[in-house]
C-alpha cells in the first residue's frame, strides 16, 4: 500500500491547436500533506488539478490517486477524492441542505446516513442557519464554504481545492484556512492552488512552483 496521496509521473497535456498546458510534470504529494501547487494565472495549475479528477484527458503520463490509476481505476480514484472547483456549480435554486445531501447520494451514501455528516459540515463552515435556504441567497463568502462542504460530505481522503479563497475578503478567507487546518490535523490530505503566496505560506507545509506547465 502506497503512503503517497498523489504520484504524477511525466505528465504532459497539449491542447488543440498545438498548446502545450503541461510539459512533462512529476509529482509527489505524501498522505497527510498540506500542499500547494503556486502559480500565476495559466501556468497550469487547473489543468493538473482537472487530469487528477478526470475531468480533463492527458495527453501522455501516469496519475496515480492512492495507488489508483485515474485512468485503469477511475472509480476508486474519484471515490479519494473531494474537488473545490474555481466556480461555483451548483444548483443556485436548491436548498443548502439538499445539494449537500445530494452529493452524498452520488457517492451511494443514503439521505438518513448523511443527515448526521451534512449537519456537522454546515454547523463547521457556519451555514447551518442557512441549510433551508437556496444557494442563490448566500453571499459569495457563504457559496464558497458550501463548495468546500459539498466536497467533505462523502469523507474523502484528499480534498482538492482550486483557487479556493479567490475573491473573497480577508475574514472569510481566515475562517476557511482554519476549517482547512482542522481538517488536516485530522488526516485529509489537502491539496490546493493559489496564486497567493501569503496563502501557501500560512496553511502549507510543502510548496511546488508551476510556470508555463
Not at 20 to 36: C, N, R, S
Not at 103 to 120: D, F, L, P, S
Not at 133 to 139: D, M, T
Amino acid at each position: 500500500m502506497t503512503d503517497h496521496a498523489l504520484d504524477i509521473s511525466r505528465l504532459h497535456k497539449t491542447y488543440r491547436g498545438g498548446f502545450e498546458a503541461l510539459k512533462g510534470i512529476d509529482l509527489t504529494v505524501a498522505e497527510g500533506d498540506f500542499f500547494a501547487l503556486l502559480g500565476p494565472n495559466g501556468a497550469g495549475k487547473s489543468t493538473t488539478i482537472g487530469i487528477m479528477t478526470s475531468l480533463v484527458r492527458k495527453s501522455s503520463g501516469t496519475v496515480k490517486i492512492f495507488g489508483h490509476d485515474v485512468d485503469r481505476e477511475p472509480s476508486q480514484a474519484k471515490q479519494q477524492i473531494g474537488l473545490v472547483p474555481q466556480e461555483f456549480n451548483f444548483n443556485q435554486f436548491e436548498p443548502v441542505e439538499e445539494i449537500l445531501l445530494n452529493q452524498a447520494g452520488y457517492y451511494g451514501i443514503g439521505r438518513k446516513a448523511a443527515k448526521h455528516t451534512v449537519e456537522r459540515f454546515l454547523r463547521k463552515l457556519g451555514l447551518w442557519e442557512k441549510r433551508r435556504s437556496q444557494a442563490r441567497a448566500l453571499s459569495g463568502g457563504m457559496k464558497r464554504r458550501l463548495m468546500i462542504a459539498r466536497a467533505m460530505v462523502h469523507e474523502p481522503r484528499m480534498l482538492i481545492l482550486d483557487e479556493p479563497t479567490a475573491g473573497v475578503d480577508i475574514e472569510v478567507r481566515r475562517s476557511m484556512w482554519a476549517f482547512l487546518q482542522e481538517i488536516n490535523a485530522r488526516g485529509t490530505t489537502i491539496i490546493l492552488t493559489t496564486h497567493y503566496l501569503e496563502e501557501a505560506e500560512n496553511l502549507c507545509r510543502n510548496i511546488a512552483i508551476i510556470d508555463h506547465g
